[in-house]
Each structure stands twice: as C-alpha cells, then as structure tokens.
C-alpha cells in the first residue's frame, strides 16, 4: 500500500524558508512514469498545483511560483522535499504531497501539513 507523509515545521517567519518532505512508503520515487507532486489550499480558496518533479528527477513549477519555488529528492531516503523562500502571510496554507501518473496525477495524497507564515 502506497502511503505519503508531510513533515516540516507548521509556523515559518515572514521572508523565511518554507520546508517541507514528504517521505513515500510502499512504492519507490523513482518508479518510472511517476510524479511527485506539492499542492496546498490557503484558507477560504481552492487547490493550487506548485510544482512536480519526475521520475528521473527533473522537476517542473508552477509559473506564478517559479522565482521561489524548488523541489528535490532523495532517493536513498523515498522522499521528496519542498523550499519556498521568501514567504509571505499570502503563503499560509495546508500543504499537501502527491503521486500519480499521467492519467491519475494524484493517485495517493498526504494527509496534509498546515503552515501559517506569521511574525
């Protein structure tokens, strides 16, 4: 059974570097054909796609988050990781992890890792 877990601090400072991993059970990271997706919903919005990185490691970005956003993995490890920098208020979300493949881009979710962005 696949399962996907977040893990990062849930308070990150104004213009701080917002972390997160998410360590997947059961099945490999790099199982071809499959992404590894980062998605979050702020409050009182709906869900906003940040970026994926590929089986073979190559990641893609949202635009409207490209200046900020990385994503990378360790494979030794089964996990991926999400840097933010720069946050502000506006980033204060539940922030989710993701794998699927193309016709089932987000197959399995995390459960969820909440971060409010505050002084």
């Known amino acids: 059974q696949v399962q996907l877990q977040e893990s990062g601090p849930g308070l990150v400072k104004p213009s701080q570097t917002l972390s997160l991993s998410c360590t997947v059970s059961?099945?490999?990271?790099?199982?071809?054909?499959?992404?590894h997706t980062w998605i979050r919903q702020s409050p009182g919005k709906g869900l906003e796609w940040m970026g994926a990185?590929?089986?073979?490691?190559?990641?893609v970005y949202s635009p409207s988050l490209k200046s900020r956003i990385s994503i990378s993995r360790d494979t030794s490890k089964n996990h991926f990781t999400l840097q933010l920098s720069s946050v502000i208020p506006e980033d204060t979300a539940v922030y989710y992890c993701a794998r699927g493949y193309t016709a089932r881009p987000f197959q399995y979710w995390g459960q969820g890792s909440a971060v409010t962005v505050s002084s």
């Open positions: 059961g099945r490999s990271i790099t199982t071809n054909g499959y992404y």
């Open positions: 990185i590929d089986s073979s490691g190559s990641p």
